[in-house]
Nanobody, 114 residues
């Protein structure tokens, strides 16, 4: 059974940092592309960042230069380092696996206050 479990969310002031983790199990982690999505209240879910099985990364324009996605295949874990957080980064963050993202985690709340 596939499981994706996010952690690391929380409340932080603008300018602060958080690091999200996504622990994966139940599928061959190293061969799957992974992504971080987010959904703010009243908005559509959007792709924040992705990383392929070979390590190629993409970022939404809104987070370029502030967020860094990475993966540790030995630990079956995906990460998202978020720096210089802004209030507009407030959302529920989800990890997703295996493009076209067949598997999803339950989400972790990130709240950035001014």
């Amino acid at each position: 059974q596939v499981q994706l479990v996010e952690s690391g969310g929380g409340s932080v002031q603008a300018g602060g940092s958080l690091k999200l983790s996504c622990a994966a199990s139940g599928y061959p982690f190293s061969v799957c592309g992974m992504g971080w999505f987010r959904q703010a209240p009243g908005k559509q879910r959007e792709l924040v960042s992705s990383i392929s099985d070979t390590g190629t990364t993409t970022y939404a324009n809104s987070v370029k230069g502030r967020f860094t996605i990475s993966r540790d295949n030995a630990k079956n874990t995906l990460y998202l380092q978020m720096n210089s957080l802004k209030t507009e980064d407030t959302a529920v963050y989800y990890c997703a696996a295996c493009v076209p993202y067949r598997y999803w985690g339950q989400g972790t709340q990130v709240t950035v206050s001014s």
